[in-house]
């Protein structure tokens, strides 16, 4: 019987999915990893007890029952659905905008009236982009929307992505919503829960399989070439499948451009207290240049009691160096994505899955649902 092999670009959560479905397949998976360890951008790690999420919160949340299934085959999870409060007018209201923040904010008989308002023209507590609101007929409902649109959403994504909400594509502009009901949860999703000890954990028990080798600091590009339609492993042409999960533009030399992306800088705060802040995330639309603060050792099954951690986060723009976190997509940006899309499209066995490949802002479960189809796809060829 012939050995199957793959090679995977990248051990992060899209990479290392695909990468146990193909081993179970009996596959030979090699998996290359540029950073130190494993698990990507969802890494985790325990200081003196603390939990620390290294680049920035990641909140497990989902509809879909086969993504929950698969993920509890490597750990325990323990329900946790996430909460924010924003700092508006020097008061921490919920987001989304909701109808305790309307209360918080408004006077009483103001606030009632403007709930009644809202629960007429919208009766079933939907979650409304504020910028349908903008354009809403009542005159009482607009003023409400450019009130969140001021307060709680333009300054945020200014410093978010460097440039004025109306200078943005219009799929970040549809993905503030204000709730019009009391449900102050950050997620609506049926399923929301945490891994008890950390996406780490997790993830290291996801590639303990005796077909996975995860090679560790390790610069895929030296090993890896991309010659007239075919793949090339330490000088040696390679047909098996490719899972490419990195930037799209680097696999292919940059040749068409850089496609943009948003970095941050992350700045930790060591605490002896218990607790630092009322709920795991706080976010500052108007003040500060750092976005949010976050608390990950509220999301730990058993906080440690006496110290904290708190991780304030300063978005800037993706330079050399930099790591890259969230595509900026545009007219421009999708057309430089789509060349080297097709250049990836003229190699049969290379495959692309996750955020940077994909240049989509997507959910930790999307990236884990299309890393599970893709894999099965494999198999079945």
Same mark, same amino acid.
């Given at each position: 019987m012939n050995r199957k092999y793959a090679v995977i670009i990248g051990a992060g959560i899209s990479g290392l999915t695909a990468a146990r479905i193909l081993a179970e397949a009996e596959y030979h998976v090699t998996v290359l990893e540029k950073r130190s360890h494993i698990g990507g951008n969802v890494y985790d790690y325990f200081e003196n007890g603390v939990l620390v999420h290294k680049y920035g919160p990641h909140l497990f949340h989902t509809n879909m029952s086969h993504i929950v299934e698969f993920l509890q085959r490597f750990s325990e999870f323990f329900p946790y659905e996430h909460r924010v409060l924003g700092e508006v007018q020097g008061k921490l209201i919920p987001i989304p905008f909701n109808y305790k923040s309307i209360d918080l904010l408004y006077a009483a008989g103001q606030a009632q009236q403007l709930k009644e308002v809202l629960s007429k023209a919208y009766p079933c507590g939907e979650s409304v982009a504020v910028m349908e609101l903008r354009g809403h007929k009542d005159p009482q409902v607009r003023a409400l929307a450019e009130f969140v649109y001021q307060n709680v959403f333009y300054g945020y994504t200014k410093k978010q992505w460097g440039k004025p909400p109306q200078e943005l594509d219009g799929s970040v502009m549809g993905r503030v919503p204000v709730r019009m009901s009391y449900d102050d949860r950050y997620f609506t999703d049926e399923? &929301?829960?945490?891994p008890s000890l950390g996406y780490t954990a997790m993830l290291e028990r996801m590639a303990d399989h005796e077909n996975i080798a995860v090679r560790y600091e390790c610069d895929a590009f030296l090993y890896l070439k991309l010659q007239e339609g075919q793949v090339y492993l330490d000088g040696e042409r390679f047909d098996g499948p490719v899972i490419y999960t990195g930037c799209l533009d680097e696999l292919f030399g940059c040749r068409y451009g850089r496609l943009p992306y948003r970095s941050l800088d992350f700045v930790l705060e060591r605490r002896g207290i218990t607790q630092a802040q009322p709920a795991v995330q706080v976010n500052y639309p108007n003040r500060f240049s750092y976005t949010r603060t976050s608390e990950f050792h509220l999301v730990q099954q058993d906080p440690v009691k006496g110290r904290?951690?708190?991780?304030? *986060?300063?978005?800037?723009?993706?330079?050399?160096?930099?790591?890259?976190?969230?595509?900026? *997509?545009? *007219?421009?940006?999708?057309?430089?994505? &789509?060349?080297?899309?097709?250049?990836?499209? &003229?190699?049969?066995n290379l495959y692309l899955a996750g955020r940077l490949a994909e240049y989509r802002y997507y959910n930790m479960d999307l990236a884990i649902d299309r890393a599970m189809r893709l894999a099965y796809e494999m198999i079945k060829i």
């Open positions: 399923f &929301q829960m945490m904290t951690i708190l991780v304030y *986060e300063y978005p800037k723009e993706c330079e050399d160096g930099d790591l890259p976190y969230y595509p900026v *997509e545009s *007219e421009e940006s999708r057309n430089i994505y &789509q060349k080297y899309r097709m250049l990836a499209g &003229q190699i049969p």
